[in-house]
């Protein structure tokens, strides 16, 4: 038996093409490997924001996890944060429970019995429910309408259903659309933008700040920044929503439908030009021209110095990190950095990156984090020594690592400049 | 409210259990989920997870397989991954999703073991029971599987049963369980704790059985009838989680699982013969080793109100326990159990309880307000 982890170069990928994906590369045809590398994918709640800490951006609010203990159970990671004690409650559902649904009929008074305790009332309760309530086909809005009728505070429905994690609408898009359904419509202010898409404010220094302020625009919003649920509300002030994410689209079309806010979608990218020639047209679109030159420089001059202290650089990019990993490894390849190889989930949306790799980077090999054969990954031949992202530096310890998946988003020039920043300091 | 949590986190559920009891013996483990139940095991409650590589699956089932049934392509998908990995068994764990669409394990069972050419074992967890119901279930599994023919017994030869980390919420415990022994001309075998599936097979040839959880009463049960090997019930190390102080006259709850619950008591009691001891606790209270004064807890109104009510000068229970009963005044002493809190018992603990150990520096109830 061959101990090999399965890959295919960015060259034989591009042969293929995105509809023969090699099964290997496709999650939902083998077995999904565990490890460190793919903690993020297999229980979104345990780090960064999933479905459960994703569910409470909205300031005051608090969540009722109504579920068998096992899906609540890893939430104490998140209890023991500050920001996140006392907010977490939990409705334990037994097998009765499954039979007869009657853990539903609870649910407003366990609502009433938490709020009765707290010193202030929750904004709103999140509910979140599970697989289970999925393959029961729970009605959970009407369940929501019932408790806030019982106890007059908003409640809201999350949806943590692993199951559909690459349906239509997976738990983290369905999570986006329900954060912001609280927005009552107000009247529309010319100078008022939201940022969609991140559960963390972007970073302090990014150039999209100043460029939206230098178009007219007084006051951005990210739900993230917001102090006070009052704050929140003025959300639905804005003229337009930029959607940051693409998982935010669907919260997008949201407001777009019922506040009649329309919106903007820009990709998080790390190749320098595109980053310009996605604000010129953003600038279009507003009827602006942004200056973007400094920052822009400021960007530029980080990578070309790096580049001067590294000229060998060779990187192994992971998934798990502020980043598409094939975009990522598409700018560093541009850059003329080498790129041995590639930790991610393909899909038709970033195969674009692919097929430039094959010009450029042929030999890139591809792994899949979660392809069962991972557990034999052996990088002490692969000429990697630098690695950027978490499941990156999972496999190659040796190696300096620059995990770039902090909770302050990176973002256009400030991101590639922050990034370079990092890399040079490892 | 029955099943309401206001103050602790749900416990570790069964599945957890059964990974943590089969999560040393070189098998292929698959969690039957969706991915979720899988990332809980491995992100919280298998410790052991961030210290090596294993072979830990998720079946990754999704909407439609749940929905039409498709046990064939869980059988596909571990068949397809026996052939590149090297393994001495297959495990098939459930989850809810499996428990709501009623999976048959049994059939499931028979399914895999017509395309794989390996031993499988099932556990049928549904996530909804405590981590003892499942570590109970892999306990009698794998005994019944693995354990091979009757041996001769080795003199001076012991096997310790129920050493998970769930259970002794300590990772180092195996080896000084096997270093006492040693010291005494013994060898312990503390099986799925540094002792693999070699030793299970040889598991007659042990001189005597020790349990050191309730979950693994069962499995000692089973291998008395099935080699007449003996068992005790007690925790070898259980002089490391005594607090030494004066007893005497005084009322003390212990809230653990109940073998170490019930080994602490006996201490207490050599100490001073006259202190009234409860024993109480979240997880299986076996009849055979329950007194009556002692307690099974289900929610957290239950220990509440026995705090409150029960008058007692010292608890032994997990620190995540203390906010649940500010106005306790007597001397609670940190009891760590992970399959409560998650917490592993670390060196900084390990100081902590040897400080409490010595007389004049009882610390203090470590109340927190809410």
């Keep these: 038996m061959r101990q090999e982890a399965y890959f295919c170069t960015v060259k034989e990928l591009n042969e293929l093409g995105k509809d023969k994906i090699p099964q290997q590369l496709i999650s939902h045809t083998h077995l999904i490997y565990s490890s460190p590398a793919t903690l993020a994918f297999n229980s979104p709640g345990a780090e960064g924001f999933g479905v459960k800490r994703a569910g409470l951006a909205v300031p005051d609010s608090i969540m009722l996890i109504v579920s068998p203990g096992c899906c609540g159970r890893n939430t104490s990671v998140l209890s023991s944060m500050r920001a996140y004690h006392d907010r977490f409650y939990y409705l334990l559902m037994d097998e009765t429970d499954i039979v007869t649904g009657r853990h539903l009929k609870k649910i407003p008074k366990a609502v009433a019995e938490i709020c009765e305790e707290l010193e202030k009332k929750p904004s709103v309760v999140m509910i979140c429910i599970t697989c289970v309530d999925a393959l029961l086909g729970t009605d959970m809005e009407r369940v929501c309408h019932k408790v806030e009728e019982y106890t007059g505070i908003p409640v809201r429905p999350c949806y943590m259903y692993a199951l559909t994690r690459e349906g239509r609408k997976p738990p983290m898009v369905h999570v986006r659309q329900s954060i912001y359904s609280l927005l009552e419509p107000k009247k529309k202010k010319g100078n008022v933008v939201n940022l969609l898409g991140y559960f963390s404010p972007l970073v302090d220094d990014c150039e999209l700040y100043d460029l939206l302020h230098g178009a007219g625009i007084k006051t951005i919003h990210e739900i993230s920044r917001c102090r006070d649920y009052a704050e929140y509300q003025t959300m639905s002030e804005a003229n337009f929503n930029l959607v940051l994410h693409p998982e935010a689209r669907f919260a997008a079309e949201d407001f777009h439908d019922r506040l009649k806010i329309p919106y903007i979608e820009l990709r998080r990218l790390y190749q320098i030009d595109k980053i310009a020639s996605q604000y010129r047209a953003f600038g279009a679109a507003l009827g602006v021209e942004f200056d973007d030159e400094m920052p822009r420089k400021a960007a530029e001059d980080v990578v070309v110095k790096f580049k001067e202290v590294h000229p060998d650089a060779a990187f192994a990019v992971g998934e798990w990190m502020n980043g598409d990993p094939f975009e990522l490894a598409l700018a560093l390849v541009r850059y003329g950095f080498h790129v041995p190889e590639i930790y991610g989930t393909l899909s038709g949306e970033n195969f674009i990156y692919v097929k430039q790799l094959a010009q450029i980077s042929p030999e890139t090999k591809v792994f899949s984090n979660l392809e069962p054969t991972m557990l034999y990954y052996d990088g002490s031949q692969s000429g990697v020594n630098l690695t950027i992202g978490k499941d990156a530096g999972y496999y190659h310890k040796e190696c300096p690592n620059v995990r770039w998946n902090e909770e302050r988003q990176p973002y256009g020039y400030a991101g590639v400049r922050r ?6 300091e490892v | 409210m029955r099943g309401l949590r206001k103050y602790l986190t749900p416990f570790a559920p069964d599945q957890s259990g059964a990974v943590s009891v089969l999560y040393e013996f070189g098998g ?66 459930g989850t809810p999703v499996p428990a709501v669409i009623g999976t048959d394990y049994h059939a499931l069972k028979r399914m895999t073991e017509k395309k794989v050419d390996l031993p499988i074992l099932t556990v049928d967890t549904d996530g909804m029971e405590l981590y003892d119901k499942g570590e109970e279930k892999a306990w009698m599994e794998l005994f019944r599987v693995f354990a091979g023919e009757k041996e001769e017994v080795i003199p001076n030869k012991i096997g310790i049963l129920g050493m998970t980390p769930q259970d002794i919420s300590d990772l180092r415990a195996a080896d000084r369980i096997r270093e006492r022994f040693a010291a005494e001309g013994k060898t312990a075998v503390c099986y799925g704790m540094g002792n693999g599936l070699d030793d299970v097979k040889k598991a007659s040839s042990v001189e005597k059985n020790i349990v050191a959880a309730p979950a693994a009463l069962e499995a000692a049960k089973y291998l008395e009838q099935t080699y007449g090997t003996p068992y005790e019930i007690g925790y070898p190390l259980v002089d490391e989680l005594l607090c030494d102080m004066n007893y005497h006259g005084k009322k003390v709850l212990i809230v653990q699982q109940q073998v170490t619950g019930n080994a602490i008591r006996e201490e207490i009691l050599k100490k001073a013969p006259d202190v009234q001891v409860t024993v109480a606790s979240w997880f299986m209270m076996k009849p055979e080793i329950r007194r009556d004064e002692d307690l099974h807890l289900r929610d957290e109104e239950d220990y509440i109100k026995l705090v409150e009510n029960g008058a007692y000068d010292v608890i032994y229970a997990d620190p995540c326990m203390a906010r649940m009963t500010p106005k306790f005044e007597g001397t609670f002493v940190d009891t760590i159990h992970f399959a409560v809190s998650g917490k592993l018992v670390t060196v900084e603990a390990a100081k902590d309880s040897k400080e409490l150990k010595e007389p004049g520096k009882l610390k203090e109830s470590k109340k927190q307000e809410k």
Excluded at chain 2, 47 to 63: I, N
Excluded at chain 2, 74 to 93: E, S
């Design chain 2, 28 to 93: 292929i483990i698959v969690i039957c989920d969706a991915g979720g139940c899988t990332g809980n095991i491995c992100g919280f409650d298998e410790p052991r997870w961030f210290e090596s590589k294993s072979a830990l699956f998720s079946a990754g089932l999704r909407d439609m397989d749940a929905i039409l049934g498709r046990d064939d392509r869980l059988v596909a998908k571990l068949a397809d991954a026996v052939t590149k990995l090297d393994a001495k068994f297959a495990a098939i764990i």
């Design chain 1, 419 to 424: 990034l370079f920043e990092s890399l040079a």
